[in-house]
């Protein structure tokens, strides 16, 4: 079945480090590609989507591109602040089936000042 | 914009009694909404897809014997916990898809079991 695999689960940084969160899927279909980031008793926001292979999203600093390639959904920003401490989480929807979203395992990003 | 509510926010009951959840949508219709529960360490499980007009799909290891849910129109979903044990604790999201393929969450329902 479909998946998303995030190998990062803690990443520590200091403000204005660079950020990069690994994200990588398996599906048989064309799936639809997001960032999910939740905040301490919040429930997950969405913060950026991509539907067509190659593209790039992004939203608030952050950027992704959709690699049909290598299979992958990395998340970088150039400049992290304390406020973007919270849980990442890669996710994907098969655009066909209308199901739900599938969920990495979460990245927690720690940034000190 | 697209808001998601949940509740209650915190629920604690009993080993072997049941609680209910609720959902409720609002600026947008919900033609499909999804029920997870999150761990202490933040993964998610799917519990169920409930699509309008089609029928509730069950993951593997969940059922509607024991989280029945309801989802009577665009706007409200509902799950129940039926004997509930410690097995059960968890936050509890749902998610709302609109016309989109997003989904948009509400904050949760945490379930304590005592």
């Known amino acids: 079945g479909d998946s998303v695999t995030q190998k990062q689960g803690q990443v520590t940084l200091s403000e204005d480090d660079f950020l990069f969160i690994n994200c990588t899927y398996s599906t048989t279909t064309y799936p639809t590609l997001f960032w999910y980031v939740q905040y301490p008793g919040q429930g997950p926001q969405l913060l950026l989507k991509?539907?067509?292979?190659?593209n790039k999203g992004i939203s608030r600093g952050f950027e992704a591109t959709y690699d049909k390639g290598t299979t992958s959904f990395h998340l970088q920003k150039a400049s992290v602040q304390e406020s973007d401490s919270a849980v990442y989480f890669c996710a994907l929807v098969d655009r066909e089936g209308g199901r739900a979203l599938i969920f990495g395992t979460g990245t927690t990003v720690s940034v000190s000042p | 914009g697209a808001l998601v509510y949940q509740y209650p926010r915190r629920t604690i009951c009993k080993s072997g009694t049941s609680m209910r959840m609720e959902c409720q949508a609002v600026?947008?219709?919900?033609?499909?909404v999804a029920w997870y529960r999150q761990s202490p360490q933040k993964t998610f499980e799917l519990i169920a897809l409930s699509t309008v007009n089609s029928a509730i799909k069950y993951e593997q290891n969940f059922t509607q014997e024991k989280f029945p849910i309801s989802h009577p129109n665009l706007s409200f979903s509902s799950m129940t916990v039926l004997n509930a044990y410690l097995e059960d604790r968890g936050l509890y999201l749902c998610?709302?898809?609109?016309?989109?393929?997003?989904?948009?969450f509400g904050p949760g329902t945490r379930l304590t079991v005592l």
């Open positions: 998610g709302a898809r609109g016309t989109g393929y997003e989904q948009y």
């Open positions: 991509v539907t067509t292979a190659n």
């Open positions: 600026g947008f219709q919900a033609t499909s």
